[in-house]
């Protein structure tokens, strides 16, 4: 059993705090070694090799972001539990730290202290380096994410995202499957499934990150009968969702990967920025898409803006959704428009899809020898493979 002292990096320019979170941390008997500038932290990280790394968000050398991204590119370091610490609450810079990379984000309070010291003391985090790469916290810290997305409403995004869920789910009865629901400003998914309980996306996100672990998610959400995933309902109404404070999802996001090994979110056409944070740690990026010229042409649009955002082409799984009807433009046209391979075709299914919805069945109980039934588990072996590979 190793019994020596947490080694901790500190980051941060401003010489008061600097002063005072070292002289607590080291009365904590933590191993404390504190630098001014982001620079000689980055360097520090490589050569010390510490066990946690605090970074101040306001670096004036070196943005916290920038320097979280250079941090999980080095081998080095690419594991190191980072905590970023700010002055002021800032959704947006939140969002963007934690989607760099960063494990907490604590703004600069009392409360944010003490909660601060009491991560500092999970035993979990404790262990060596080694220990918590190769031990259960690393399985946990890697659960895959996959986000379902399209440029527009009504391609039935929601209902693959939920049908490629259960398939992976029923074929992969070694992975914990969770599937969140993030539409705005009504969840979508609920309806498919046929969830009627009153724990939902309000609900956890009412609750404090602490008590919202591991142990609470395994106990609250059971998995659903016949879709075999852990479910987390949606908003209900738009008013609840205005209620939301959306830049919580990436720190949410990050402890359902924490529970599950596998968590797929279903974020309809929104592309707002605590939604893009999602995007950008996700290992497969599903888009649907139609066959329409329009749906076509704001598929490319958001597939520039996405890639204007840091997402590469062998993160994306582009879907093609002939499921509404035969006509509109050919799969090859449509990979001209999007200037990218469209990876999988749904045949036109008809009332397919409609009917097993109403049903709250997956295509594969209802239908499991039609055509659709087929494509889906082709695709979401496709699907999983893919996050797979990304996670290495």
């Excluded at 904590?28 to 990280?45: C, N, W």
């Excluded at 046929?194 to 919202?212: K, M, V």
């Excluded at 409609?354 to 496709?382: C, F, G, W, Y």
Aim: contains cysteine; charged residues 20%; aromatic residues 6%.
């Amino acid at each position: 059993m190793n019994n020596s002292p947490l080694s901790i990096l500190l980051i941060e320019e401003d010489s008061r705090s600097r002063n005072f979170l070292t002289s607590l941390l080291s009365s904590q008997k933590y191993s404390v070694l504190a630098v001014s500038s982001g620079k000689e932290g980055f360097i520090s990280a490589l050569r010390d090799r510490p066990e946690v790394i605090i970074i101040d968000t306001s670096l004036s050398d070196l943005s916290a972001i920038e320097l979280v991204k250079k941090l999980r590119a080095d081998k080095r370091t690419a594991t190191t539990i980072c905590i970023a610490l700010s002055l002021v609450s800032n959704a947006e810079n939140m969002s963007s730290v934690l989607a760099a990379g960063c494990n907490e984000f604590f703004v600069k309070t009392q409360d944010s202290i003490e909660k601060l010291l009491a991560l500092l003391s999970n035993p979990t985090l404790t262990q060596p380096n080694d220990a918590r790469v190769g031990g259960a916290r690393k399985q946990r810290s890697n659960g895959m994410l996959a986000v379902f997305l399209s440029a527009k409403g009504g391609l039935g995004t929601s209902s693959m995202c939920a049908n490629i869920a259960q398939n992976i789910a029923a074929s992969n009865p070694e992975l914990e499957v969770a599937v969140l629901d993030l539409v705005l400003p009504i969840g979508s998914i609920a309806s498919i499934v046929g969830y009627n309980g009153d724990f939902g996306i309000l609900s956890a996100t009412s609750r404090s990150l602490d008590d919202l672990n591991s142990e609470f998610l395994h106990h609250i959400l059971t998995p659903l009968e016949n879709w075999r995933f852990r479910f987390l309902a949606g908003s209900p109404d738009p008013e609840t969702a205005n209620s939301l404070d959306l830049a919580l999802f990436a720190t949410f996001t990050r402890t359902f990967r924490d529970a599950f090994d596998l968590t797929c979110i279903d974020l309809g056409r929104s592309l707002s920025n605590p939604n893009l944070a999602i995007i950008q740690e996700a290992d497969v990026v599903v888009i649907i898409t139609g066959t329409d010229p329009t749906t076509v042409n704001l598929t490319h649009i958001t597939w520039q803006y996405l890639q204007r955002n840091g997402i590469k082409p062998q993160h994306v799984y582009l879907l093609l959704n002939r499921s509404m009807g035969l006509e509109g433009l050919s799969k090859s046209d449509a990979e001209q428009i999007l200037g990218m391979e469209i990876r999988a075709t749904t045949p036109y299914l008809g009332g397919t899809f409609s009917l097993a919805n109403n049903q709250h069945l997956p295509i594969k109980v209802k239908l499991p020898n039609d055509t659709a039934a087929m494509m889906i588990d082709q695709t979401s072996r496709e699907i999983l493979e893919t996050a797979r590979r990304n996670r290495v």
